[in-house]
């Protein structure tokens, strides 16, 4: 369960896994939901901490749960 909007760690492989999945890259994925491709790319690369919202905004355009895409037990 999520609580509150604070700032989680997303799985970066498992959203990579699923966009190899969808043939998709990440420029593309960004381009094609509207995502900025810079705030995207640093969150996958652990440069950055995902806000809810833009997780939110993930799983929904990949089509998953929100907790499908967080790392575990953080």
Do not use: H, P
């Amino acid at each position: 369960s999520i609580k509150g909007g604070g700032n989680m760690k997303v799985d970066s492989t498992r959203i990579k896994i699923l966009l190899i999945e969808r043939q998709l890259s990440v420029k593309e994925f960004c381009k094609i939901n509207n995502m900025s491709y810079s705030t995207i790319s640093a969150i996958l690369r652990g440069q950055r901490i995902g806000q809810l919202k833009t997780i939110g905004q993930i799983a929904d355009a990949l089509d998953v749960s929100i907790d499908s895409i967080l790392k575990e037990g953080e």
